[in-house]
């Protein structure tokens, strides 16, 4: 939950209207108290309230000075998209504003480097703008000042991102591969905390991925989608092709599942624990980390290939998904004929 609620407010349709008169008159002061109202009366605005002041909100992202308050901006549309304001409508200018100060972020750190060799890169926070800063990323003074905001607000951006990005497969399809080389490369700078954006940014919807179990020598076909980590994704293949009876194995307890794909939002952390059924390897054999994505399987002749062999060792985690709001899916469209599984082991280190 982005915002609390709190105690009742002005009239919120009203305070819209005086918002968005400021921004086109584009009066600071006016809009400065006309925000601060918008944000307080979110705090005590009911759903349905929340539904149309959405995308009016994320629509006065792109008129906002790139050195004001965006990122509060942004977080507001997406509290009322949290609420039931609609994620596309909100989504393209939301996106759009996290994906200016990702490509900024990385400029800032690109000057920085250029400006003193060997230094650590700064931490992200305001308190290290000052004027040797501006005059180390040079250039025009309002341009180091945005890149310099970007550097310590964008992690501010992820909340909002989220919201548009977790509760729209379409907004994802359009928007997630755009976005992701950015936040990967800044994080990897180890300077912001970007992994929940990256992971939903990187989920596959409607992807088929093609499944060999070494063991029996047998493969499947299988369509995922939703799923936020490869924890879910282990979870759902073991319901699919254990719970299926078409591999040996222990199947996962229903109410792992029920966590893994339930389309209502989950409600807080449970106690739930899920137990490894498989070891998940990449056609080489190096193992797919349940801690990473499925993002994270070879593309092979056009498919995802995962090979499943004998767990190592027993593990358990805990059963609920990465993203709450967020159900996953899978499911076996075919299982392949053993000319089909000759071939695709060809593609491995095995033979089957």
């Known amino acids: 939950m982005i915002f609390r609620r709190k105690q009742k407010a002005a009239d919120l349709a009203a305070v819209m209207s005086e918002l968005e008169q400021a921004v086109a008159a584009r009066d600071g002061g006016r809009t400065e108290r006309a ?130 990005l977790c509760r729209s497969t379409d907004v994802r399809r359009r928007h997630a591969s755009a976005l992701l080389p950015a936040c990967r490369d800044l994080a990897a700078l180890e300077r912001h905390d970007l992994k929940c954006l990256a992971y939903a940014l990187a989920i596959l919807d409607d992807e088929p991925l093609v499944v060999l179990h070494r063991p029996t020598g047998t493969g499947f076909e299988v369509r995922i989608g939703g799923i936020g980590d490869n924890f879910q994704l282990h979870t759902l293949l073991a319901h699919v092709l254990v719970g299926g009876g078409h591999v040996p194995g222990t199947a996962p307890s ?58 190592m060792y027993p593990r358990s985690w805990n059963a609920d998904r990465f993203f709450p709001m967020l159900p996953g899916t899978a499911e076996l469209t075919r299982v392949l004929s053993a000319d089909e599984v000759q071939t695709w082991f060809t593609y491995t280190c095995w033979t089957s």
């Open 35 to 164: 925000f601060n109202a918008a944000m307080r009366g979110l705090q005590s605005a009911t759903g349905t309230e929340c539904v149309p002041v959405g995308p009016r909100l994320a629509a006065l992202l792109p008129a906002f000075p790139p050195t004001g308050p965006r990122p509060m901006l942004a977080t507001m549309a997406g509290f009322c998209v949290e609420r039931g304001a609609d994620p596309a409508a909100c989504a393209e200018p939301v996106l759009d504003g996290i994906h200016r100060d990702l490509l900024d972020a990385l400029e800032f750190a690109r000057r920085w480097a250029a400006g003193g060799a060997g230094d650590e890169l700064p931490e992200a926070d305001e308190k290290i703008i000052d004027d040797a800063l501006m005059a180390r990323l040079g250039g025009d003074t309002h341009e180091a000042l945005r890149l310099a905001l970007a550097w310590c607000s964008v992690e501010q951006w992820q909340p909002p991102a989220l919201a548009v």
């Open 254 to 311: 229903a109410e792992s599942v029920r966590l893994a794909t339930d389309p209502e939002p989950a409600q807080g952390r449970t106690g739930a624990v899920a137990t490894g059924a498989f070891e998940l390897l990449a056609p080489d054999g190096e193992r797919i980390w349940n801690e990473g994505l499925p993002d994270d399987i070879p593309v092979v002749e056009g498919r995802r290939l995962l090979v499943l062999d004998e767990a």
